[in-house]
């Protein structure tokens, strides 16, 4: 019999030996001479932390009592695996090229470096984690008391669950903190841990094949044991199989411990392409055995406790060596999953809550080398102690009730909550962050409602009413049976409604919200992670990614400008489209494009920094391109002002032109008019002089004399009245007098008043029937146009049977009174100056005109809303008088 | 409307070398027929559903042992 000191020699000495082999990787690892220890072999061993002491001891338990259930927690990670190329080699890809450290840092990187996600995925982990390392000091004080109570020794197994807990943080905290590795990558402890894994194959395999060759005689007398079995009455269940199948299959992406040895500690990408099909294998050769051992054990010890099959089964038949071997390899299963689980959590830990709080408390400038380096690993250790003193705790609390068997996949559904916002970061641009919380929290509480909590059992943590009725009697709510849809088994339950509730969130939150710029970027860098870096490549040289280069030359020079640089370049390699290959030309033209706006030093440290290769500071270039577009704005703004005084500059010229324009036509004016009142002036002074110097004047020259200074007072009072009048009409001051006249009697009027007796004969032409129109206007001022045009006939037309004709025509949209005489008529030239003022044609000086008898007219019609225009080529001076058609009211 | 980033038609080999890509990333859905062929008939834990599940499993472990040797049998050369 093995005593119970020999058993605890032996697990020391076999952690001594865990120690050799990680201090011997770790130096090798330090020496540069990686070696062997970075082969696939290595790699797809280390995977087997999946394998835990739960599946260890518990796959032989699950076996009998559910018969072949028990492999879908195999056949998952199986699918996951051989479909390597589509998944994981994405997710090694990613986690190479942003330094992924955890699955949470995979979460919060993918949605703009969010502290928010990473706190939530963290917090998932460690209540996820929590319950499953107690699990694993369960196991190990277990198979310790099946020891002792085959030795018959009463120990208390309960001190043996601290001392492994306490040996596992020392180990973990000098192997998985040695160093502060930017890649987190841990040699001796991945190197130990493969080492396990040979362990615990070679153990179960050993007790598989005593089972099957030796006890029961054979392949086909096995198979036989099992047709007569109570294993074979277990029950398929289609529901339970595949849903157990995609379960095992998400957790074995999103457990924390499988992401640290899977992603992280993954040294080279086509490692995946062996693993792809050794890692299966190591399933298969772990669960090949499960029902033959767990038929054996059935038949020979019916009452005995199935989970520890793997050692009664020996020690019932005497085998001490074996079932010392057995758990050996139950041992390793359990410490190597605390060890990596620890890590995997420390990690998280310390680089998503403990150091976001430290920095933000600190609000100093820290840096980078000194004492955060120092923070971060006492924030390691201090972590790991933690979570394994977590594991602990609840182990004593539970008091290793059945209630913690139960835990595994409870844990399970509570990690595949990840799930989708993992899935939908890798594959789908559009995912938000705001989505990924939305969905994380809504999955992480249903889990917490329909899962987690049911599965201490009715009435520990919620009231068995809350199972039978739901919390204040709600039904839709009943933790077993949310919706009120009954008839589902628990597990699949809790696994269907968490899930879907946890995607559809997701995806609605995301659809209906915006991503940060961040956000965008990081999709991108995730979703077309294969579309930038070609395998052969490489990572270490770095890669400028053109589209990355798109992006951030669109933020600075517009998008128009940067497609076009692109393109143009693009079109020069003779590439269609926008990505031209990423050549020292093309950066060296987009530097100088980018300069252009931002200065060439930055410029230059932008490209240089995402041609480095090494995992771009996007957060860094985000704030140089926003810096960059204030300073753009700001220019635009100037510029927009410049303009503006340019503008008024422009008006302010014309304005100055206009008045100097007034100011000539001013002088013009006044050069006239003195010229116009000086000529009378000068006569009657003439003439008055003489008749008051000479007496003795012939009483016929008074009478002359007196008679022109007469007309020339005369003439001077007539422009001084045409002044006025020019200046009240130019003014705008005149009032008019509008009401309904005839137009025919305005011109009977006018015709009549221009009849100065003694004057040489006009002969009028009329059609008197066609003036008869009704109209809206003011007949003084429209009679004295008429007046005036008459007036100016009788004047100036030279023909010797004077003659005016004088034609009414109505069009609908107005009256036009035409006045044409038989004379000579206007120069062209003169055409266009005979309604200026003083534009009297200067041969034709007549007395009793100051020439501003059309300008008056013109003025009038203007007020009057009409016109009056010059006709040429109706064989005389015809002017043509037109008047809006107001009708009358 | 962005253009293709890479050839539409490649040569023999680059054929080959994207129908086992094809092949890799059809192999989930091949391993989840095969995994869920069971519950067409099983409806108990038989030795012929045993059998059937170990056999299909490691059929599958041969051939994307297969399809994951050819991968970088044919990803040599370029590297």
Not at chain 1, 40 to 58: D, H, K, Q, R, V
Not at chain 1, 475 to 504: C, K, Q
Request: glycine content about 8%; some cysteine; overall charge neutral.
């Amino acid at each position: 019999m093995l005593s119970f000191n020999i058993l605890v020699a032996v697990c020391l000495g076999y952690v001594a030996l865990l120690f050799l082999v990680a201090y011997l990787a770790d130096r090798r690892a330090r020496a540069g001479r990686l070696g062997w220890l970075r082969t696939p072999l290595i790699y797809t061993l280390s995977l087997s932390i999946y394998c835990t002491a739960w599946t260890f001891y518990g796959a032989v338990g699950y076996a009998a009592r559910s018969g072949l259930e028990f492999v879908t927690i195999y056949l998952g990670p199986t699918l996951v695996m051989i479909g390597w190329w589509g998944l994981l080699r994405r997710m090694v890809r990613i986690g190479r090229a942003e330094r992924i450290t955890s699955i949470a840092d995979l979460i919060s990187s993918r949605y703009g470096k969010s502290t928010l996600l990473g706190v939530v995925v963290t917090v998932l982990a460690v209540v996820g984690t929590t319950p499953y390392i107690a699990l694993q000091l369960q196991s190990v004080t277990l198979s310790f008391s099946v020891f002792l109570g085959d030795a018959g020794q009463t120990e208390a197994p309960q001190e043996i669950g601290l001392w492994v807990t306490v040996g596992l943080a020392i180990f973990t905290i000098v192997f998985g903190t040695r160093n502060l590795d930017v890649n987190e990558r841990h040699h001796g402890v991945v190197t130990a841990i493969a080492f396990e894994a040979v362990v615990k194959l070679i153990a179960l395999l050993a007790v598989g094949i005593f089972v099957v060759f030796i006890l029961a005689g054979g392949v086909g007398p096995t198979l036989d044991m099992i047709a007569a079995s109570p294993v074979q009455d277990r029950p398929v269940i289609p529901s339970r199989w595949i849903t157990l199948i995609f379960l095992s299959a998400a957790a074995f992406i999103c457990l924390p411990r499988m992401f640290q040895v899977m992603v992280v500690e993954n040294p080279e990408e086509h490692h995946l392409s062996v693993a792809g099909w050794a890692f299966p294998l190591y399933l298969f050769l772990m669960s090949l055995f499960v029902i033959p051992i767990a038929v054996m054990g059935l038949s020979l010890d019916p009452g005995g406790n199935p989970d520890l099959f793997v050692l009664t089964v020996p020690l019932s038949q005497d085998r001490q060596g074996l079932a010392m071997l057995a758990f050996l390899g139950g041992f390793s299963s359990a410490t190597s999953m605390v060890i990596v689980a620890a890590i995997a959590l420390s990690i998280m830990v310390s680089n998503h809550v403990v150091t976001p709080i430290w920095l933000s408390a600190r609000r100093g400038g820290a840096s980078i080398s000194g004492d955060v380096r120092d923070v971060i690993i006492l924030s390691r250790r201090i972590s790991i102690g933690a979570v394994l003193a977590l594991g602990y705790l609840y182990y004593r609390l539970s008091g290793g009730s059945t209630a913690l068997a139960a835990i595994g996949l409870v844990a399970f559904i509570g990690v595949a909550q990840v799930l989708p916002a993992l899935l939908g970061g890798l594959y789908w641009r559009g995912a938000t962050r705001t989505g990924a919380a939305c969905g994380l929290v809504t999955g992480f509480a249903v889990w917490i409602w329909a899962s987690f909590l049911p599965s201490f059992g009715e009435g520990a943590l919620l009231a068995s009413t809350v199972f039978s009725d739901g919390p204040f009697g709600i039904a839709m709510l009943r933790p077993t049976a949310l919706f009120a849809i009954e008839g589902f088994d628990p597990l699949v339950h809790a696994v269907f409604w968490s899930l879907a509730l946890n995607a559809m969130v997701f995806s609605i939150v995301s659809l209906i919200t915006f991503p940060s710029p961040m956000e965008r970027l990081q999709g991108v860098a995730y979703v077309n992670i294969f579309r930038h870096s070609e395998a052969a490549r490489g990572w270490t040289g770095g890669a400028a990614e053109a589209e990355d280069l798109l992006i951030m030359a669109q933020r600075i020079l517009g998008s128009a400008e940067a497609q076009s640089l692109f393109s143009v370049s693009a079109a020069e390699q003779g590439k269609s489209g926008y990505l031209p290959d990423v050549t020292p030309d093309f950066l060296e033209r987009l530097e100088r494009g980018l300069a252009g706006s931002v200065g060439s030093a930055t410029a230059h440290a932008m490209i240089s920094q995402i041609t480095g290769g090494v995992s771009v500071s996007v957060e860094d270039l985000m704030r140089v391109a926003d810096e960059a577009q204030q300073i753009l704005e700001y220019s635009n703004q100037l510029e927009t002002k410049s303009d503006e005084l340019q503008r008024t500059a422009r008006q302010l010229q014309l304005a100055n032109e206009k008045l100097m324009d007034l100011s000539v036509q001013k002088d013009g004016f006044l050069s006239q008019i003195s010229h116009e009142l000086r000529t009378p002036m000068t006569s009657i002074r003439s003439f008055s002089e003489i008749l008051m110097d000479s007496d003795n004047i012939a009483p016929e020259d008074r009478q002359r004399y007196a008679s022109v200074i007469f007309d020339e007072t005369q003439r001077l009072t007539r422009l001084l009245d045409d002044l006025l009048d020019l200046s009240v009409l130019e003014n705008g001051q005149v009032t008019l007098d509008m009401v309904d006249i005839d137009l025919r009697e305005v011109l009977d009027k006018a015709v009549a008043t221009s009849q100065m007796p003694g004057a040489s004969d006009l002969e009028i032409v009329r059609s008197r029937a066609e003036e008869q129109i009704t109209l809206r206007s003011d007949p003084d001022r429209l009679g004295q146009v008429f007046i005036n045009l008459i007036t100016n006939a009788r004047k100036y037309c030279e023909a010797d049977n004077p003659c005016l004709t004088i034609k009414v025509n109505a069009a609908s949209d107005g009256v036009t009174v035409d006045f044409i005489d038989n004379g000579a008529g206007i120069p062209a030239r003169d055409e266009t100056l005979i309604f200026e003022k003083f534009a009297r044609l200067s041969h034709e000086h007549r007395a009793g005109s100051a020439g501003l008898g059309l300008a008056i007219c013109r003025e009038i019609m203007s007020r009057l809303g009409g016109a009056i225009t010059y006709l040429p080529g109706q064989g005389g001076a015809a002017f043509r008088v037109s008047l809006p058609r107001i009708d009358a009211a | 409307m962005r253009p293709p980033s890479e050839p539409l038609f490649v040569a023999r080999r680059g054929y080959r070398r994207r129908r086992l890509e094809d092949a890799a990333r059809l192999m989930p859905l091949l391993g989840a027929i095969v995994l869920g062929t069971p519950l067409l008939w099983a409806t108990t834990t038989t030795r012929a559903t045993i059998v059937f599940v170990f056999v299909g499993w490691a059929a599958l472990i041969v051939i994307s042992m297969l399809i994951g040797r050819a991968l970088r049998h044919s990803d040599k050369p370029d590297a």
